[in-house]
């Protein structure tokens, strides 16, 4: 009967909503609906692309090591996943366009609709980034101060002068100016059965040497319609609008934020570790000794969980 209890709590629970006008994919380990008895939800802002399936080992790992007390949701990026054959990509057409939703600013303000319509106000949240994802958290937390967020995890942060980190003057030239070259190449790709995309994924992540194998059905998910090309709009538009470090949402909050920097980062390199250490001394900045890729969640999903579990269990209410 134990064995029965435990999968049944370890079933994460999968669904698509439009929100923002734009389709969004929500996985949830625990509650599918928050009741009143749910004092604090964890809720994954991912990276880019915005895959809630790259997250499932990590989720999976945090909702078991709290022994299954809090539910753990992840919401995806508006128009990062493959919709099912019911939904559109978008609801009304003329309505993404004009908020934009799949932009950087588009992406942040989805993020708030999905808490207001979704997540009751007296919910405590602990939030949890991973690259743009910190980003977009602290834009959350300064355009509704309200929220009633008892800490924030910023993993592997991209929250300032992006275009001029190492990956950033590789790729801004290709996000911003020519990556309309890619999409045909992903319109060729897109087509191809989802085997033959599989076994393409397997041979690009060949290197990994312990790849965690759940990555790969959300990857070829990715390569499906316009999830990709969708990746690559907003990835431009972080490389223009993702400038300046926001010193004053940061000192505001500082108290709920646990930064945790990459040694080999080329997305956010180790000067800027040392800038956060020197502007902010006494917050909690911490840089990764394990040698783990920004794209963690690739082969160490479950280790990353069990670190940020010791970080907020203190903070969790019950």
């Known amino acids: ?11 994460p629970h999968t669904e698509f909503i439009y929100c923002c006008g734009a389709n969004t994919e929500l996985l949830k380990y625990g509650a ?11 809720l994954i802002i991912p990276g880019n692309p915005g895959v809630v399936g790259f997250y499932r080992t990590f989720m999976q790992t945090l909702h078991h090591t709290f022994g299954y007390r809090h539910p753990v949701w992840a919401v995806s990026h508006a128009g990062h996943c493959e919709p099912p054959d019911s939904m559109d990509m ?8 004009e908020r934009d939703v799949f932009g950087l600013n588009g992406q942040i303000e989805h993020k708030l ?40 995890v910023m993993l592997f942060p991209t929250i300032e002068r992006m275009a001029q980190s190492p ?11 020519i990556r309309y070259v890619a999409y045909l ?10 085997r033959l995309k599989s076994s393409l994924i397997k041979l690009v992540f060949g290197g ?21 090309a969708n990746a690559m709009y907003m990835g431009g538009q972080e490389m223009k609008m993702v400038l300046e470090r ?34 902010f001394p006494h917050g909690d900045i911490r840089l990764c000794e394990r040698g783990l890729r920004h794209a963690f969640v690739l082969d160490a999903g479950s280790e990353v969980a069990k670190m940020v579990a010791e970080w907020i269990h203190g903070d969790l209410r019950t």
């Open 1 to 11: 009967m134990q064995n029965m209890v435990t999968e049944s709590r370890e079933e």
């Open 32 to 42: 599918c609906h928050l009741q009143p008895t749910h004092k604090t939800l964890i």
């Open 90 to 97: 978008v609801e009304d057409g003329s309505t993404a366009a």
């Open 113 to 152: 609709t999905f808490l207001r319509k979704h997540v009751p106000r007296e919910t405590s949240l602990v939030l949890v980034g991973h690259s743009i994802g910190c980003y977009i958290i602290l834009e959350i937390m300064k355009r509704d101060p309200e929220l009633k967020v008892l800490k924030a």
């Open 167 to 177: 990956q950033g003057k590789v790729m801004t030239p290709v996000l911003c100016h």
């Open 185 to 194: 190449p992903l319109f060729l790709l897109s087509l191809l059965p989802d």
């Open 208 to 228: 990994i040497r312990s790849l965690d194998a759940s990555v790969v059905r959300p990857t070829v998910g990715l390569l499906s319609g316009d999830c990709a």
């Open 246 to 279: 926001d010193n004053i949402t940061i000192k505001k909050h500082l108290h709920k934020l646990i930064f945790y920097h990459g040694a080999t980062d080329h997305w956010c390199p180790m000067q800027y570790y040392h800038d956060m250490k020197r502007d």
